[in-house]
């Protein structure tokens, strides 16, 4: 019932000519990863990605170990970069080659034309933001704890908030044209759905995150080709008693989703991908017990990640049904915690080479893992105050 693939031989391969040692959206100060024409699968002609959700300043501060209340203590470092889950995002799947579009809303302050110029010039398309005359832009204070190689972000959202009347028709329909694929990163709910409509109308596939529960977020979901979550969120929404009972349930009550997968931080990731073919008089077999299979074929002695995948079967789970698909399961790289700097933004990192993934083709999780499969971990495209560039999932 199993088969394991590792390593995979089209693997993303980044050459890294130093250290990345400054924010996201500032070139001068940014070193980029060298990505050779051996090192990525070729790009499609057509490579357009059309992205709705949050933008923002991000005020990074590595501290030796989070402060108890009422402690007054020092920053080891501090830096101020772009941020925001749709912006890392996309700016991965840009210097990844892909022709991003993003649809946001800053304020005419001086952080928000910061937001704008550094997007453009990593290559991003902001010419569909909406900037308002008063208000402010979105900004988060990021604390980040060498101690436990954690992170906490005390976000302010921008004002006035995003509302649809403010996307013409005329500047949806333009976004939309030409666009491959449409991404949503959970804000901006009552814009991102109005776009989904439209995206929908022209058969148009389409990521949802899930990060946690939010206003609107099930209208998004009903519109999902793919979906990607956080640890968290598959339990949560479904109320299901485990992580594949959950993805399963997703499966079952979103007809239009391809594939979903679930992050989980050092743990790796798993995905529940459907069946196409059918397949009906596949073996049936319980998920969790088809999970605990997969994982002890994992080979603990690898530090590189990899993928262990099941044949197409028919899944299920006592009390929430069945369907016929495959189980994945991919492991993270081993980091030494020595080597382990900050983690901050790597899971955008990880959409935007989904993305790309899927961009290339690649609709099965196998494909998908070998452009995920950086060495040098996505997290350093584009956030910062790595010394050694680290995939987290």
Request: overall charge negative.
């Amino acid at each position: 019932m199993l088969s394991s693939l590792s390593p995979f031989t089209n693997a993303i391969s980044l050459n890294l000519v130093s250290s990345f040692s400054s924010a996201r959206f500032t070139p001068s100060l940014f070193t980029r990863a060298q990505m050779s024409s051996e090192s990525l699968p070729p790009l499609p002609e057509h490579r357009i990605v059309l992205g709705c959700g949050s933008v923002s300043v991000d005020f990074l501060a590595t501290v030796a170990s989070y402060p108890n209340p009422d402690d007054k203590i020092r920053s080891t470092s501090f830096k101020v970069q772009g941020g925001g889950n749709a912006g890392n995002a996309l700016t991965c799947t840009a210097r990844l080659g892909l022709n991003p579009r993003l649809i946001s809303k800053v304020a005419s302050d001086a952080q928000g034309k910061s937001i704008l110029e550094e997007l453009e010039a990593d290559g991003v398309n902001t010419s569909f933001f909406i900037v308002s005359e008063e208000g402010n832009s979105p900004f988060t204070y990021v604390i980040v704890d060498n101690q436990t190689k954690t992170r906490t972000c005390i976000h302010t959202p921008g004002y006035p908030p995003l509302i649809p009347e403010e996307l013409s028709q005329s500047s949806l329909l333009s976004a939309v044209n030409g666009a491959n694929m449409v991404y949503f990163d959970g804000r901006l709910h009552e814009t991102a759905l109005v776009i989904a409509k439209e995206a929908a109308s022209k058969n148009i596939p389409i990521l949802v995150e899930a990060e946690r529960k939010r206003e609107g977020l099930d209208d998004l979901l009903s519109f999902a080709s793919y979906a990607i979550c956080s640890a968290k969120f598959p339990q949560a929404w479904t109320g299901a008693p485990s992580v594949p009972s959950a993805l399963l349930s997703m499966l079952l009550r979103l007809p239009n989703l391809k594939f979903v997968i679930v992050t989980l931080g050092e743990d790796g990731c798993i995905m529940m991908e459907r069946s196409v073919d059918g397949a009906s008089d596949a073996e049936e077999m319980d998920v969790q017990s088809l999970l605990e299979s997969l994982k002890e074929r994992k080979d603990e002695s690898k530090t590189i990640p990899t993928c262990i995948s099941s044949v197409v079967t028919k899944l299920s789970a006592n009390g929430i049904g069945t369907a016929i698909g495959r189980l994945f399961i991919g492991t993270a790289e081993k980091i030494p915690p020595s080597e382990l700097v900050d983690t901050t933004g790597a899971g955008d990192a990880f959409i935007g080479a989904l993305v790309y993934g899927i961009f290339n083709h690649s609709t099965s999780f196998v494909s998908i893992f070998c452009f995920l499969k950086i060495r040098h971990a996505l997290g350093n495209m584009f956030i910062f105050n790595f010394q050694k560039v680290v995939t987290s999932w």
